[in-house]
């Protein structure tokens, strides 16, 4: 009788047990399955983002910006906010198109950060915000100096810089550029210097 008693007492134990480490793991098992399937569901948003896109023609804004509510943190989303910009510059909103572009959260969740900066730097500019826009190119050629969009970034701040009557920075601006022979760059910086009134190094450069 007292053995059975005992092995009873022993059963309860280990189920309390065991029922009292279930519950503490259960938190984390949910998690691990919402992870799984948030990253399952972020495929095919990223899937629906492609599709919209693979014939050239802007999807309607709602639908991108439901996306990018529903994907807010991920890689989904921050794509979804760079489509809905190019939605905005096509609208001639260039206000709302620089907004959305703002931030740091595209270049940490995709490989677009240049694309995002060119983008943002071309709707300041066409917005009629050229300081911010000459910054922006700026930013672009600095902080992404291997891009293939570097360049150009740099040439069209030069080329704000001139058209806004500072000559006299362009040579710097384009330094790089001059130093590896680059032709837009050199015939630039000789028409700043020319206009700046340094003629000896106008020379040099054309």
């Known amino acids: 009788m007292r053995t059975h008693l005992f092995q009873r007492r022993v059963t309860l134990v280990a189920l309390t047990i065991t029922a009292v480490v279930a519950a503490a793991l259960l938190p984390f098992i949910t998690a691990s399955c919402r992870s799984q399937r948030s990253a399952a569901d972020e495929a095919v948003a990223l899937d629906r983002l492609r599709a919209m896109t693979r014939r ?3 999807p309607a804004e709602s639908v991108i910006a439901g996306i990018e509510s529903e994907y807010t943190g991920t890689k989904a989303g921050a794509l979804a906010r760079v489509l809905r910009a190019r939605v905005r510059i096509e609208a001639r909103d ?3 198109a620089a907004s959305l572009l703002e931030g740091k959260e595209i270049n ?3 490989a677009l950060g240049d694309y995002a900066l060119l983008l943002r730097a071309q709707a300041l500019e066409q917005g009629g ?3 911010e826009a000459r910054a922006a190119f700026e ?3 600095r902080d992404f100096p291997a891009s293939l969009r570097a360049r150009a970034a740099v ?3 030069a080329d704000l810089s001139f058209e806004d009557g500072q000559a006299g920075a ?3 601006l384009v330094k790089t550029l001059t130093a590896a022979d ?3 760059a050199l015939l630039l910086a000789a028409k700043a210097s020319e206009q700046s009134g340094d003629t000896t190094r106008a020379l040099g450069l054309y």
């Open 56 to 58: 050239g023609v802007l």
């Open 94 to 96: 260039f206000t709302s």
């Open 108 to 110: 940490r969740l995709t």
């Open 129 to 131: 915000r050229r300081v």
């Open 139 to 141: 930013q672009l050629a």
């Open 155 to 157: 040439l069209r701040g």
């Open 170 to 172: 362009v040579p710097l």
């Open 182 to 184: 680059d032709a837009a």
